[in-house]
Nanobody, 124 residues
Framework: QVQLVESGGGLVQAGGSLRLSCAAS????????MGWFRQAPGKEREFVAT????????YYLDSVKGRFTISRDNANNTVYLQMNSLKPEDTAVYYC?????????????????WGQGTQVTVSS
């Protein structure tokens, strides 16, 4: 079992930045792909970004490319999502997820473990 705990969410003005962190309970994430998803009020959860187990490959939702950066620190079992130039439409609960294999993946069903989420609110 892997427990994931997100942190770093909050309220920020449009154009601002936040860095989300996802701390894992076990070192197994060092070989697993990790992802960030988000769910806005009244909408389905959507993929945001993913990173391979080695950190060598990443993939992003088109609307966040160039603004968000996913990274990982396997020595500390932590994954990050740096969010810059935030927009009101980025407002959502952001979830961290851990897959069972190393390759990047964008579908929810491809992830086995999920955190509880952290709220990000961007004011206009």
């Amino acid at each position: 079992q892997v427990q994931l705990v997100e942190s770093g969410g909050g309220l920020v003005q449009a154009g601002g930045s936040l860095r989300l962190s996802c701390a894992a309970s076990r070192r197994t994430i060092s070989t697993a792909a990790m992802g960030w998803f988000r769910q806005a009020p009244g909408k389905e959860r959507e993929f945001v970004a993913t990173i391979s187990g080695s950190g060598g490959s990443t993939y992003y939702l088109d609307s966040v490319k160039g603004r968000f950066t996913i990274s990982r620190d396997n020595a500390n079992n932590t994954v990050y999502l740096q969010m810059n130039s935030l927009k009101p439409e980025d407002t959502a609960v952001y979830y961290c997820a851990c897959a069972s294999g190393p390759g990047i993946r964008i579908r929810e069903v491809q992830y086995d473990y999920w955190g509880q989420g952290t709220q990000v609110t961007v004011s206009s």
